[in-house]
């Protein structure tokens, strides 16, 4: 008889946008709960002819989007690289895209290979709420005061323990992260904020946006956030700002690694 011949296992990365309005966030549910993850998982099974399962850079929550996710696999597959992106997504609904899928070695992780993540959070600030982009970004009725924003956003930078951000179900380990990038801008009725660090916690993103938007509006001065990240306490911070407005954009894995960084968010919001 005729040896078989082993076929190797290759590891592949991908990108993956998603809107994620539609979304109860992206990991797998039970009882078959709308999810990324799980639209993502069925299709690439369905390309590679086997059960496929998927590593990610950072799961995120109900409601918010994705430009530029981070996924690995493994398949024995043979597929070159356009055949598993066109083939993914023929088999997705439109909210959600794979945008490039590249082989890696195999000692690449989406998650534990990663250096950074970074998000943008987006703010509509007029008295009425839009009707066109009310699951694309957060809305705030109250005019917003961006330079005390901005002033306000500096005490985030460097190395913290964000308990005062963290929510309740948070599972990590530790609430020290190192906070290396805040930029917040503004041009007309709209205002962003991109933060990357090492890694987030649990609705950190939001709760920093609740609170910023508190001294944007008058509500609290510019030392609230560092008095706040003093204190350590969660109650004494903003309330969670809705997911609506809150992108991941980009995340960093070293250079051997030949990974793109992010993916440019063009739109309104620079």
Sequence with gaps: ????????????????????????????????????QQQVEKALSKVANHDVEIITAGRTDTGVHATHQIIHFDSDAERDTFA?????????????????????????????SALSRS??????NNPIQSAIFRTATSHEYRPLDTKKMVEAGKSLLGQHD????????????SPVRTVTEFQLDSTGDWVWFDIKA??????????????????????????????ILQQKDRTLAGITAPPHGLYLTGVEYPKEFQIPTNTKLISFWG
């Design 84 to 112: 598993w992106c066109r083939g993914v997504n023929r088999f997705m609904d439109k909210d959600v895209r794979v945008l490039w899928v590249r082989p890696v070695s195999s000692d690449f992780h989406a998650r534990f």
């Design 119 to 124: 998000y943008r959070f987006i703010i509509y």
């Design 162 to 173: 964000f308990t005062s951000f963290r929510a309740a179900g948070c599972q990590a380990h």
């Design 1 to 36: 008889m005729r040896p078989e011949i082993a076929v190797k296992c290759m590891r592949y990365a991908a990108c993956v946008e998603y809107d994620g309005a539609n979304f109860s966030g992206w990991q797998t549910q039970k009882h078959n709960v709308r999810t990324v």
């Design 198 to 227: 090492n890694a987030f916690l649990q609705h950190m993103v939001r709760n920093v946006a609740g609170s910023l938007i508190e001294v944007g509006c008058g509500k609290r001065d510019i030392g609230w956030i560092q008095e």
